[in-house]
């Protein structure tokens, strides 16, 4: 079994700390369980970072399945792919990607996607109908999009409240796009919203 590393805020020189992954270290497998991830699906991460969830992701898809992991930083990417060549995972193809531009994948790909604390970001508040418009696009019909933001309620210092999304915003901002929303559960700090592609 692959041993995740929660590890968060990789520097532009390389430098690493080690710590819980955002909005407190949420348990991947209750996130898949919740998005019916299984055994042959392909799994898109983006917004990956370090593979948090990319790296137990793949080893639940299985050899049959694959891991599409996305992110905009370089540094993130090179790490993820040595720390998956370091445990023998060879089913996560890793690409450097910005989310709300046009994606480097074909129609229809991915089975499951997942968004973890990444739509509060500065820069995206105003690109969800490119954002969603590519995602409905290379999800297949009946796919799977999760969604993971903090709640407002949460005291941690690590999201200042003014970038926090209420799981009602992201329900009404993304259903317009051919989403239909299916699900929310309490991760604690954080929530897991999902929906259905139509």
Same mark, same amino acid.
């Given at each position: 079994m692959i041993k995740w590393r929660t590890r968060f805020?990789?520097?532009?020189?390389? +430098?690493?700390?080690?710590s819980r992954c955002s909005f407190g270290g949420q348990d991947?497998?209750?996130? +898949?369980?919740?998005l019916n991830l299984r055994s042959g699906d392909c799994f898109l991460d983006a917004g990956c970072g370090l593979g948090e969830y990319s790296l137990p992701a793949a080893e639940r898809v299985g050899p049959?399945?694959?891991v599409i992991a996305l992110d905009r930083d370089p540094h993130m990417i090179r790490q993820l792919r040595r720390d998956a060549n370091t445990s023998s995972v060879?089913?996560?193809?890793?690409l450097i990607a910005t989310l709300g531009a046009q994606l480097p994948l074909r129609n229809q790909s991915a089975d499951v996607c997942l968004i973890s604390s990444v739509l509060h970001m500065p820069g995206l508040d105003d690109r969800w109908e490119v954002l969603f418009t590519e995602l409905h696009r290379v999800l297949r019909h009946g796919a799977r999009l999760g969604i993971i933001e903090a709640h407002k309620s949460d005291v941690s210092p690590e999201l200042p409240l003014h970038l926090r999304l209420t799981p009602e915003t992201i329900i009404t901002g993304i259903q317009p796009y051919g989403f239909k929303w299916s699900g929310l559960i309490d991760l604690s700090s954080s929530y897991l919203v999902w929906f259905e592609r139509a």
């Open positions: 805020g990789c520097q532009p020189d390389g +430098f690493r700390t080690e991947p497998e209750r996130v +898949f369980d919740s049959t399945g694959a060879n089913n996560i193809m890793n």
